[in-house]
């Protein structure tokens, strides 16, 4: 830990450049006015660190057992990097330690937390991805992962094509990525593991789906829904290797509450999908301040916290911990 560099107040403001840039190089800077401490400069990774750790100490109820969560639905454009990333920092501003994997080679979520800023970024290197877990028939470690504000991210990159290739030709490896999940649990005491999977009913989306003990389903439009018995056949295929996989939670995901689609939509889903899984609040659809976070490469929950859309991912934290009978 690098020694704290000790200010007296009145010469704070003229070094205030140089203590910036060194706090964001990981120096802590310490305030002083009449030798008692005032106030901290710290990086912006300290800062959530802390935030992490005092959510933690006063969390009342936390998990007993790692709860795995797969964010699925096999039609593209309805919104599960978004919720994948916006439960992660949802449940990590709560206490709970959180895992992130992006199993998407698109790698939207990684990009999103800007994790791809240049060639020779750590996510970029095809070692940081989860690939290698199954190159041989018994997996190996996964790699460090790499944390971001309150969150370890385990990225993608198109290197996780070779994931799909090596699973085309060896289904057996399919379980690989659960077996390498259980070895990092063993190791790490995360409360909750989320994967953001690609979409399409690939051999690949079967292992990242075996990885789970959970699915929930974003849907934002009828297209949606439409395939749902891919997901329940995924299922049949994946519980050999997950016995407890199943549907947990429908989020009704970018409503446009005064609209007639998505009305219909929502009364659609009462009327045929309650008895499959609960449905949770819906999320509204708001560009503005989605479009502002992603610009800022930061979540929505933090990135605006008192905005509306803000509130409707917590609401759906809220629905998903007491769907799996954790006190909010």
Not at 104 to 122: F, I, V
Not at 193 to 204: A, G, L, S, Y
């Given at each position: 830990?690098?020694?704290?560099?000790?200010?007296?107040?009145?010469?704070?403001?003229?070094?205030?450049?140089?203590v910036?840039?060194?706090?964001?190089?990981?120096?802590?800077?310490?305030?002083?006015?009449?030798?008692?401490?005032?106030?901290?400069?710290?990086?912006?990774?300290?800062?959530?660190?802390?935030?992490?750790?005092?959510?933690?100490?006063?969390?009342e109820?936390?998990?007993?057992?790692?709860?795995?969560?797969?964010?699925?639905?096999?039609?593209?454009?309805?919104?599960?990097?978004?919720?994948a990333?916006?439960?992660?920092?949802?449940?990590?501003?709560?206490?709970?330690?959180?895992?992130l994997?992006?199993?998407?080679p698109?790698?939207?979520?990684?990009?999103?937390?800007?994790?791809?800023?240049?060639?020779?970024?750590?996510?970029?290197?095809?070692?940081?991805?989860?690939?290698?877990?199954?190159?041989?028939?018994?997996?190996?470690?996964?790699?460090?992962?790499?944390?971001?504000?309150?969150?370890?991210?385990?990225?993608?990159?198109?290197?996780?094509?070779?994931?799909?290739?090596?699973?085309?030709?060896d289904?057996?490896?399919v379980?690989?990525?659960?077996?390498?999940?259980?070895d990092?649990?063993?190791?790490?005491?995360?409360?909750?593991?989320?994967?953001?999977?690609?979409?399409?009913?690939?051999?690949?989306?079967?292992?990242s789906?075996?990885?789970?003990?959970?699915?929930?389903?974003?849907?934002?439009?009828?297209?949606?829904?439409?395939?749902t018995?891919?997901?329940?056949?995924?299922?049949?295929?994946?519980?050999?290797?997950?016995?407890?996989?199943?549907?947990?939670?429908?989020?009704?995901?970018?409503?446009?509450?005064?609209?007639?689609?998505?009305?219909?939509?929502?009364?659609?889903?009462?009327?045929?999908?309650?008895?499959?899984?609960?449905?949770?609040?819906?999320?509204?659809?708001?560009?503005?301040?989605?479009?502002?976070?992603?610009?800022?490469?930061?979540?929505?929950?933090?990135?605006?916290?008192?905005?509306?859309?803000?509130?409707?991912?917590?609401?759906?934290?809220?629905?998903?911990?007491?769907?799996?009978?954790?006190?909010a």
């Amino acid at each position: 830990m690098p020694e704290i560099d000790v200010l007296k107040s009145a010469e704070f403001r003229a070094q205030l450049p140089r203590v910036l840039r060194d706090a964001q190089a990981g120096q802590p800077a310490l305030i002083e006015q009449y030798n008692r401490p005032i106030a901290a400069v710290i990086s912006t990774s300290d800062f959530w660190l802390l935030q992490h750790v005092k959510a933690r100490a006063t969390q009342e109820n936390p998990m007993q057992v790692p709860i795995r969560l797969a964010v699925s639905n096999i039609s593209g454009g309805e919104g599960k990097t978004t919720l994948a990333r916006e439960l992660a920092f949802a449940l990590s501003g709560r206490g709970y330690k959180v895992a992130l994997f992006d199993l998407d080679p698109q790698a939207s979520l990684t990009k999103g937390l800007g994790l791809h800023t240049s060639a020779d970024a750590p996510a970029m290197r095809p070692e940081s991805t989860v690939t290698a877990v199954f190159r041989t028939d018994q997996p190996g470690a996964l790699p460090a992962p790499i944390h971001i504000r309150g969150v370890d991210v385990w990225p993608a990159n198109d290197t996780l094509g070779e994931a799909e290739g090596i699973l085309m030709g060896d289904f057996t490896r399919v379980e690989n990525l659960r077996l390498a999940v259980d070895d990092l649990l063993e190791k790490n005491p995360y409360d909750v593991v989320i994967f953001d999977c690609k979409p399409q009913r690939t051999n690949f989306l079967a292992a990242s789906i075996a990885a789970a003990d959970h699915i929930i389903l974003p849907v934002s439009g009828m297209k949606g829904v439409e395939n749902t018995d891919q997901i329940a056949k995924l299922l049949r295929t994946v519980r050999p290797y997950s016995p407890k996989i199943a549907l947990r939670l429908i989020v009704p995901n970018r409503m446009k509450a005064q609209t007639r689609h998505h009305k219909n939509l929502l009364a659609f889903l009462d009327e045929n999908y309650r008895q499959f899984a609960p449905i949770s609040r819906p999320v509204r659809d708001s560009t503005a301040v989605v479009g502002s976070a992603a610009e800022s490469r930061e979540s929505v929950v933090q990135h605006a916290p008192n905005s509306e859309v803000a509130s409707d991912f917590q609401a759906v934290a809220d629905d998903l911990l007491s769907v799996l009978g954790v006190s909010a």
